[in-house]
């Protein structure tokens, strides 16, 4: 599966819109997806009709190494968002392979990333969802939150706050994690994995 080097990218952080979810372990896509924004110098507006608030930019050094991106948080909750993110990529002709997905995953430990393309969605309701509106083709950023404590439920502790020890950290690997998604689109997936898959 290649990408295609003219066609836009589509780059979603997988989140719950709300207030009261902005902090949330599960949240961590938007926090990716913010700070890219910041750096290509957009701010999020509203969609169009899709369920979605986007900013468009380039990523890279100016002129043709640059990419064109679509930056993107859904705003439908995180089990919904394969339908704005399918709305999206069809409406800015993206390829499949052109998809970025920056998720929160339970199976790798706090702050650590994996980047990889394709696969299953080990029980993440936003990859679920999105694998059901286009399949399984398109590129993960695995934001490693841990597992829950004890006897902790998974729902109770993705949709919880960073602990106050987490947070210190925090900035620092959202930042490394907004690194290796830029790495991916100008210097394809080997290279970001061989940087950033700790």
């Known amino acids: 599966m290649t990408t295609d ?51 468009e930019g380039r990523i890279g050094p100016p002129g043709p190494g640059s990419r064109r991106v679509v930056l993107a948080k859904p705003m439908s909750y995180m089990n919904l968002s394969g339908g704005p993110v399918n709305a999206l990529k069809d409406f800015y002709k993206v390829p499949v392979a052109n998809v970025v997905a920056i998720h929160d995953e339970l199976d790798i430990d706090y702050g650590v990333l994996r980047l990889k393309l394709g696969g299953g969605d080990n029980g993440h309701n936003g990859l679920k969802s999105m694998t059901k509106a286009f399949g399984a083709d398109y590129h993960r950023v695995r934001f490693g939150i841990g597992r829950p404590p004890g006897r902790m439920q998974v729902a109770d502790f993705v949709l919880k706050d960073f602990s106050s020890a987490e947070r210190k950290e925090l900035d620092y690997f959202v930042d490394r994690a907004t690194d290796a998604v830029e790495c991916l689109v100008i210097e394809g997936l080997e290279r970001a994995q061989s940087t950033y898959n700790s």
């Not at 836009?8 to 924004?37: K, T």
Request: charged share 20%.
């Open 5 to 55: 080097a003219g066609a836009p990218w589509l780059i979603v952080g997988l989140g719950n819109p709300g207030p009261e979810y902005a902090a949330n372990r599960h949240n961590v896509g938007f926090m990716v997806a913010d700070l890219l924004a910041e750096r290509v110098g957009g701010r999020f507006k509203r969609a169009g009709k899709a369920q979605a608030q986007v900013v």
